[in-house]
């Protein structure tokens, strides 16, 4: 609305209001002049630097190193600092530093080597590294990253004193020498170290996929939580966690299978307090032992797919009736009837398929998902999470002309985004994705049957932008013969590998079709058998390298990073994590191979970037407050 008053004489009487509530803010002409002044020169300054990531799938330790050592980016900054000045042990040991802190000092502390000397030197050397970081940003910005007890302290030290360098010096060595004398030198260290962390990477971006096959994305939840400037594109392991903290039986009963199957009940059941005792106890009294499956499988696997079966019913519109295979199911001929033919099932133990409708829950089966619903409901520290991916997370994100999303935008060869029919809403394209992002928090907010089983849907079903396959859990649960297994995928993954599709999917989403990027995870990359993760001439970028171990050998590295700064883009693919013993111990960091597959013309700016784009439409704002000031429109309010 200001904006449209930039370019009449006259604004209108809501223009007018608006103004008034600015100038709330910005009381006088003076202040209105300083703040346009700040704002045109935030726009000079190098655009900010962002990390994407994605498929984590619960590997703690290696996810929490990488983001100490920023992908890599710590050591080129110590690199730029300290080459030719330090030697590659020394500038090693300033990196470990700089990861782990706290424990590095102990085994600094254990072999005597600490002393005036030391923290003299180190202090200085975390510092220089501090303003390496540092100079992308406003003064302002750095403050606020600071830790509050020392900012005023670490503000002082950050300073140069260009005519008087030499007393500037010294005014450094006495602030240090104090705080080493109080006591406090490991507070300060730890405190530049982690401003150092805070510094250089401003944003992060998890495209999905923190939970399911490692053991724990409820670490890995609570260091982002804690972790300033992070965004989450949910992922299918994601959706089918929060389904499953949201209520939905059938959510809950998949989210138990797949931690049985990866052999991660300490989430369960350490993590969140969800236990398991009446499932064992059901599974044991029902189940034989000794088969191809454990009784506590098979007692799940039946629960999961007889709920599964009753969703599918009751939601005609998901058009999943191809997966109702839990009826087809012939105990006495020791198979399953498949569209494909008679299949032999990996086990005949499987007694509570029986009645008329063997797709209903037994009584007993009745009691265990009842039992795990409860579970999911009381806890707390799983609804914290969920929560926190809620409010961080959405279906996809479009940031500086980068489209985020994690798997794909359902596509047909005939239609590229073709209408499906949900709850009666014709939804295509980007509509698809809000519609299914709106009714994912109505589950979390005021869930109803239709909406938590459409957090399963988006899980498991065919047309869903998070799964985009055929899920064969059935299969790959009863059935021994693995040609079953194949999962056919949406047409989305063989259509963008056209850059004509690319661009076609980047305007939909309202990005730049020259400038923009589309990032995805889901789909591992192979790059041990050739693969590469930047796809399409540069337009498609696919991020999942495979951080889960299980993935190590399909993909041959531990996973990327996408790094977005002020020169372009770049991807470092991970090698293998070895253990944080192994990093102070041997200042074994990991190794990381850069791939700049994107250079830009000149140093990208913040007015390059959406930041800027923000920064110029308040500019303008001001200009018109500035304008009203300046005609009598408004009244400057003195300070009192």
């Known amino acids: 609305m200001l904006l449209e008053m930039v370019m009449r004489e006259t604004p209108t009487d809501p223009e007018i209001r608006c103004l008034e509530l600015l100038s709330?803010?910005?009381?006088?002409?003076?202040?209105?002049?300083?703040?346009?002044?700040?704002?045109?020169?935030?726009?000079g300054l190098p655009k900010a630097t962002e990390h994407f990531m994605s498929d984590v799938h619960g590997e703690?330790?290696?996810?929490?190193?990488?983001?100490?050592?920023?992908?890599?980016?710590?050591?080129?900054?110590?690199?730029?600092?300290?080459?030719?000045?330090?030697?590659?042990?020394?500038?090693?040991?300033?990196?470990?530093?700089?990861?782990?802190?706290?424990?590095?000092?102990?085994?600094?502390?254990?072999?005597?080597?600490?002393?005036?000397?030391?923290?003299?030197?180190?202090?200085?050397?975390?510092?220089?590294?501090?303003?390496?970081?540092?100079?992308?940003?406003?003064?302002?910005?750095?403050?606020?990253?600071?830790?509050?007890s020392y900012a005023y302290i670490i503000d002082e030290l950050l300073r140069d004193q260009i005519d008087q360098p030499d007393a500037r010096t010294h005014?450094?060595?006495?602030?240090?020498?104090?705080?080493?004398?109080?006591?406090?030198?490991?507070?300060?260290?730890?405190?530049?170290?982690?401003?150092?962390?805070?510094?250089?990477?401003?944003?992060?971006?998890?495209?999905?996929?923190?939970?399911?096959?490692?053991?724990?994305?409820?670490?890995?939840?609570?260091?982002?939580?804690?972790?300033?400037?992070?965004?989450?594109?949910?992922?299918?392991?994601?959706?089918?966690w929060m389904g499953?903290?949201?209520?939905?039986?059938?959510?809950?009963?998949?989210?138990?299978?797949?931690?049985?199957?990866?052999?991660?009940?300490?989430?369960?059941?350490?993590?969140?307090?969800?236990?398991?005792?009446?499932?064992?106890?059901?599974?044991?009294?029902?189940?034989?032992?000794?088969?191809?499956?454990?009784?506590?499988?098979?007692?799940?696997?039946?629960?999961?797919?007889?709920l599964e079966a009753q969703l599918i019913r009751r939601n005609p519109d998901f058009e999943m009736g191809d997966r109702l295979l839990l009826p087809l199911v012939d105990i006495e001929e020791?198979?399953?009837?498949?569209?494909?033919?008679?299949?032999?099932?990996?086990?005949?133990?499987?007694?509570?398929?029986?009645?008329?409708?063997?797709?209903?829950?037994?009584?007993?089966?009745e009691a265990v998902i009842e039992s795990l619903a409860s579970a999911f409901e009381a806890s707390d520290r799983l609804h914290a999470h969920i929560g926190f991916l809620y409010e961080h997370g959405g279906m996809y994100k479009v940031c500086n002309n980068n489209v985020l999303f994690h798997g794909c935008v359902p596509m047909t060869e005939d239609d590229l985004f073709p209408r499906f029919v949900l709850r009666g809403h014709g939804l295509a394209g980007r509509?698809?994705?809000?519609?299914?992002?709106?009714?994912?928090?109505?589950?979390?907010?005021?869930?109803?049957?239709?909406?938590?089983?459409?957090?399963?849907?988006?899980?498991?079903?065919f047309h869903s932008p998070l799964c985009g396959r055929i899920t064969k859990t059935f299969?790959?649960?009863?059935?021994?013969?693995?040609?079953?297994?194949?999962?056919?995928?949406?047409?989305?993954?063989?259509?963008?590998?056209?850059?004509?599709?690319?661009?076609?999917?980047?305007?939909?989403?309202?990005?730049?079709?020259?400038r923009g990027h589309i990032i995805n995870g889901h789909t591992p990359v192979k790059a041990s058998s050739g693969e590469n993760p930047v796809r399409s001439g540069g337009y498609h970028i696919v991020i999942d390298g495979g951080f889960c171990k299980a993935y190590h050998k399909t993909t041959g590295i531990a996973g990327y990073t996408l790094i977005a700064d002020k020169s372009g883009l770049r991807i470092k693919a991970h090698r293998a994590f070895t253990s944080i013993g192994n990093v102070l111990d041997l200042n074994a960091d990991i190794m990381s191979d850069t791939d700049r597959f994107e250079v830009a013309e000149h140093p990208l700016l913040v007015e390059d970037s959406d930041t800027g784009e923000t920064i110029r439409q308040r500019i303008l704002e001001l200009r018109a407050l500035l304008d009203s000031y300046n005609h009598g429109l408004l009244k400057e309010r003195a300070k009192r």
Not at 475 to 494: G, K, M, Q, T
């Open 334 to 365: 020791d198979c399953v009837h498949l569209p494909e033919g008679d299949v032999p099932l990996v086990t005949c133990d499987l007694p509570t398929l029986q009645g008329e409708d063997v797709c209903q829950l037994t009584l007993e089966e």
């Open 475 to 514: 299969e790959r649960s009863l059935v021994a013969d693995e040609s079953c297994w194949h999962e056919p995928r949406d047409e989305y993954w063989n259509l963008i590998s056209s850059p004509t599709v690319c661009k076609q999917v980047l305007r939909e989403f309202g990005a730049d079709p020259k």
């Open 431 to 461: 509509d698809l994705f809000d519609w299914l992002d709106r009714e994912a928090r109505q589950a979390w907010m005021d869930p109803s049957q239709e909406s938590l089983d459409l957090m399963y849907y988006l899980y498991c079903g």
């Open 24 to 43: 709330e803010q910005f009381p006088t002409r003076q202040a209105v002049f300083t703040e346009i002044i700040n704002l045109e020169a935030i726009l």
């Open 244 to 306: 499953a903290a949201c209520g939905s039986r059938v959510c809950q009963a998949a989210v138990v299978r797949n931690n049985l199957r990866y052999g991660n009940l300490e989430i369960l059941e350490s993590a969140y307090g969800i236990s398991l005792r009446e499932l064992a106890l059901f599974a044991e009294r029902t189940y034989l032992d000794g088969d191809v499956l454990s009784p506590m499988e098979k007692a799940i696997d039946i629960i999961l797919f007889k």
């Open 171 to 240: 005014y450094h060595e006495r602030i240090i020498d104090t705080i080493v004398d109080t006591g406090s030198g490991p507070d300060f260290v730890e405190s530049l170290a982690s401003l150092i962390k805070r510094l250089a990477v401003d944003r992060l971006h998890i495209v999905g996929d923190l939970f399911d096959r490692g053991p724990h994305a409820d670490k890995i939840l609570d260091r982002l939580m804690d972790y300033a400037g992070v965004d989450i594109q949910w992922g299918n392991h994601d959706i089918v």
């Open 60 to 148: 703690y330790a290696a996810f929490e190193h990488i983001l100490n050592n920023c992908s890599g980016v710590i050591r080129e900054g110590v690199r730029h600092e300290f080459a030719g000045e330090l030697s590659q042990a020394d500038q090693d040991d300033l990196c470990t530093l700089i990861y782990y802190p706290d424990k590095k000092m102990v085994k600094e502390f254990e072999a005597g080597i600490i002393d005036l000397s030391w923290w003299r030197t180190h202090l200085m050397r975390l510092l220089r590294v501090a303003k390496h970081f540092a100079s992308a940003y406003t003064q302002s910005k750095v403050r606020k990253a600071m830790p509050v």
